[in-house]
């Protein structure tokens, strides 16, 4: 198991010589706090793999959300197993607990300087998030040089049109060369999903099955329950 995600050498990018040296790699990071996982992030990571010729696409969730400080979080080991549970069914997903681990407030331009510093050159990073949190991500601390780091791949709903201030606010950040993704609209968020466990709704199907267990099993969601 490497440092960096669970099946590295399944995906045949490991470092450590199995990497083709003759070839370039495109390796998708979806990065979220996945409080918990849903469809809505899987499908947007499987439309992206698919459309950008992903080889594979790593989930990274969060340590301490910047931009949720304000809210609470479910502890890192519930989320971070969710996504796990999430992914073993698919040979091109793959979860990392890199942000976890590194402890501390959780910035982007950090996890993709340690990946950029792990993997070599021919595996190439396409960061991935939604449209809106694109402008968040750009503008956070020291995000500068984001763009040089990973191809950035914003996912739109259909329909979506760009402001000219969208536009301002990315070149202000450097942020020139961004992709869009249009995808598939599913109305699905964690909030909702959070929202409706506490309320005794099923969210069946808007998750996948075994997280859907997992947050039964581990009272997640209810009034109280956030995790330890
Ligand atoms: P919350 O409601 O708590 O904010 P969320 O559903 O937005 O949670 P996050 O973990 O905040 O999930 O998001 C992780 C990434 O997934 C972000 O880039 C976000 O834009 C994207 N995302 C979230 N929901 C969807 C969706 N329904 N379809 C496509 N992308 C999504
Ligand atoms: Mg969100």
Known sequence: MSVISDNFDDLGLAPDGTVDASRTYRLGIMGGTFDPIHIGHLACAEQARDAFGLDAVLFIPAGQPVFKKNQKVTCAAD???MCRLACADNPAFDVSPIEIERGGDTYTIDTLHQ????YPENVELYFITGADAMLSIVSWRNSQGLSKLAHLIAA???GFVMSDEYRRTLAE???FDVSYLEMTALS???SMLREWVGQGKSIRYLCPQGVWQYIQDRGLYRASGLGE
């Open 173 to 175: 950040h450097g942020c």
């Open 79 to 81: 989320r971070l197993e």
């Open 156 to 158: 739109t709903r259909p």
């Open 115 to 118: 990946l950029r510093d792990y």
């Open 188 to 190: 699905v968020s964690s």
